[in-house]
């Protein structure tokens, strides 16, 4: 229709997996809760432009923007955006009736869960597989006996250090590059206030070394925005040096301040990576306080600001950094972002670009921002992970997805075939 305005038309037909209709006011009250900021919601950062959205009919409505947004329609892709019935809006209800080509058969909670076929699906016809059975497996090492042993013929988050093994043992791993991870600050108070010191971190981190300590060399290094071409890859580079005399301009001559780097326990490829974090700020300076507590504890520590510099994955939303950037610079507080960071500069910067229809104005836009990153540091990039799935010989048609879709790749299953 415009820029602002977007009418959309269900398939006929389509029911949850109880049975009961999918209608656009379901829809409409999935989105709405979406761009609640209360409600937290992962794909809030696209949908929270939404103005209006008019219902024609059971199958027919027209959403309003309340400013332009290019990467409103991929933030509709997000698996993160989902419709279920109004009735399972809630933070306090687990989710487990959609409309996909698989329904929930059975949930043995931590143990396992059974998918089967959902004829109801409006793509039934394409969908080849009849019943998928999920374990969960406790650490990597048992997914990846697991496959050696036959238990299983797919396994989702291989780990790096056994790439090389499963395929001289004739396994099929597949995967591509997409999160990426970064040194995060709390600049809310500490010396990370001061931007000086964030950038003598960009600055400092060894990132191919980082990359072989955490991911055995499987990935890429990051000297800015991911995704974002010359004018914002190229940020910082790595120049000790030029951290040390960073921490001399800020007042550290003879030794950098004493900092906290939380890390946590369950997830070893990020203590790994901060451990190499630590080894960097320790050679340029810093004095640095390590702790690893377990996941839920350092989300609620990281939540909370309760340290000085965290190491944390990202993914973004969508691929256009003008849609995802805002999630990690604008103040909400979430684990996975600066504790504290604003830049009223660097929003307006962002915000133009998403509404410029113009190439060359949507560019000058981003290259500002990217400048402004590049400057005041909200985040320093490490690199970006390789993620695999690795399979028997049994499994055909499985695509891993690109960019940042790759980690939604094993919800992609509908080509998928067994054999044998």
Same mark, same amino acid.
């Given at each position: 229709?415009?820029?602002?305005?977007?009418?959309?038309?269900?398939?006929?037909?389509?029911?949850?997996?109880?049975?009961?209709?999918?209608?656009?006011?379901?829809?409409?009250?999935?989105?709405?809760?979406?761009?609640?900021?209360?409600?937290?919601?992962?794909?809030?950062?696209?949908? $929270?432009?939404?103005?209006?959205?008019?219902?024609? =009919?059971?199958?027919?409505?027209?959403?309003?923007?309340? !400013?332009?947004?290019?990467?409103?329609?991929?933030?509709?892709?997000?698996? =993160?955006?989902?419709?279920?019935?109004?009735?399972?809006?809630?933070?306090?209800?687990?989710?487990?009736?959609?409309?996909?080509?698989?329904?929930?058969?059975?949930?043995?909670?931590?143990?396992?869960?059974?998918?089967?076929?959902?004829?109801?699906?409006?793509?039934?016809?394409?969908?080849?597989?009849?019943?998928? /059975?999920?374990?969960?497996?406790?650490?990597?090492?048992? $997914?990846?006996?697991?496959?050696?042993?036959?238990?299983?013929?797919?396994? /989702?988050?291989?780990?790096?250090?056994?790439?090389?093994?499963?395929?001289?043992?004739?396994?099929?791993?597949?995967?591509?590059?997409?999160?990426?991870?970064?040194?995060?600050?709390?600049?809310?108070?500490?010396?990370?206030?001061?931007?000086?010191?964030?950038?003598?971190?960009?600055?400092?981190?060894?990132?191919?070394?980082?990359?072989?300590?955490?991911?055995?060399?499987?990935?890429?290094?990051?000297?800015?925005?991911?995704?974002?071409?010359?004018?914002?890859?190229?940020?910082?580079?790595?120049?000790?040096?030029?951290?040390?005399?960073?921490?001399?301009?800020?007042?550290?001559?003879?030794?950098?301040?004493?900092?906290?780097?939380?890390?946590?326990?369950?997830?070893?490829?990020?203590?790994?990576?901060?451990?190499?974090?630590?080894?960097?700020?320790?050679?340029?300076?810093?004095?640095?306080?390590?702790?690893?507590?377990?996941?839920?504890?350092?989300?609620?520590?990281?939540?909370?600001?309760?340290?000085?510099?965290?190491?944390?994955?990202?993914?973004?939303?969508?691929? /256009?950094?003008?849609?995802?950037?805002? $999630?990690?610079?604008?103040?909400?507080?979430?684990?996975?972002?600066?504790?504290?960071?604003?830049?009223?500069?660097?929003?307006?910067?962002?915000?133009?670009?998403?509404?410029?229809?113009?190439?060359?104005? $949507?560019?000058?836009?981003?290259?500002?921002?990217?400048?402004?990153?590049?400057? /005041?540091?909200?985040?320093?990039?490490?690199?970006?992970?390789?993620?695999?799935?690795?399979?028997?010989?049994?499994? !055909?048609?499985?695509?891993?997805?690109?960019?940042?879709?790759?980690?939604?790749?094993?919800?992609?299953?509908?080509?998928?075939?067994?054999?044998?």
């Amino acid at each position: 229709m415009d820029s602002l305005t977007y009418k959309f038309m269900l398939h006929d037909g389509l029911t949850y997996h109880d049975g009961t209709p999918l209608v656009a006011d379901d829809v409409r009250a999935a989105l709405l809760w979406y761009a609640d900021p209360a409600n937290s919601a992962r794909s809030y950062p696209g949908v $929270r432009f939404i103005k209006d959205i008019a219902i024609a =009919s059971d199958t027919e409505f027209t959403i309003t923007l309340n !400013s332009v947004n290019l990467s409103f329609l991929e933030y509709l892709a997000d698996p =993160s955006a989902f419709i279920v019935p109004q009735n399972q809006l809630s933070a306090d209800v687990e989710a487990t009736n959609g409309a996909g080509p698989f329904k929930l058969e059975s949930w043995d909670e931590g143990v396992g869960l059974v998918l089967t076929k959902f004829d109801g699906f409006y793509g039934a016809d394409d969908v080849t597989l009849d019943r998928i /059975d999920v374990s969960f497996y406790s650490d990597a090492t048992a $997914r990846v006996n697991a496959l050696l042993s036959g238990d299983v013929d797919f396994i /989702d988050y291989v780990p790096w250090e056994s790439y090389d093994q499963l395929e001289a043992s004739g396994f099929v791993v597949h995967g591509e590059v997409g999160v990426f991870q970064s040194a995060i600050f709390n600049v809310e108070t500490g010396p990370f206030a001061d931007p000086k010191l964030r950038l003598a971190v960009a600055y400092a981190l060894n990132r191919e070394n980082a990359t072989a300590a955490a991911f055995f060399g499987h990935g890429t290094s990051l000297f800015g925005v991911p995704g974002s071409g010359p004018t914002g890859e190229n940020l910082w580079e790595y120049n000790p040096e030029r951290a040390k005399e960073l921490l001399a301009e800020a007042g550290y001559a003879n030794g950098g301040p004493k900092v906290h780097l939380l890390s946590n326990s369950t997830y070893v490829f990020l203590r790994d990576l901060a451990l190499s974090v630590q080894a960097d700020l320790e050679a340029v300076g810093f004095e640095v306080e390590f702790t690893s507590p377990d996941w839920p504890t350092f989300t609620e520590e990281a939540v909370a600001g309760k340290y000085d510099v965290t190491v944390q994955g990202n993914v973004g939303n969508v691929q /256009d950094p003008a849609g995802w950037l805002p $999630r990690l610079v604008q103040p909400r507080p979430e684990a996975n972002k600066s504790f504290g960071y604003s830049n009223a500069d660097l929003d307006a910067a962002l915000a133009e670009a998403l509404a410029a229809e113009d190439a060359g104005a $949507r560019q000058a836009a981003l290259d500002r921002a990217y400048k402004l990153i590049g400057e /005041d540091v909200p985040f320093a990039t490490i690199n970006q992970r390789m993620q695999a799935y690795a399979y028997t010989d049994r499994v !055909s048609g499985f695509e891993v997805m690109l960019g940042f879709t790759q980690p939604y790749s094993v919800n992609n299953l509908i080509n998928v075939t067994i054999t044998g």
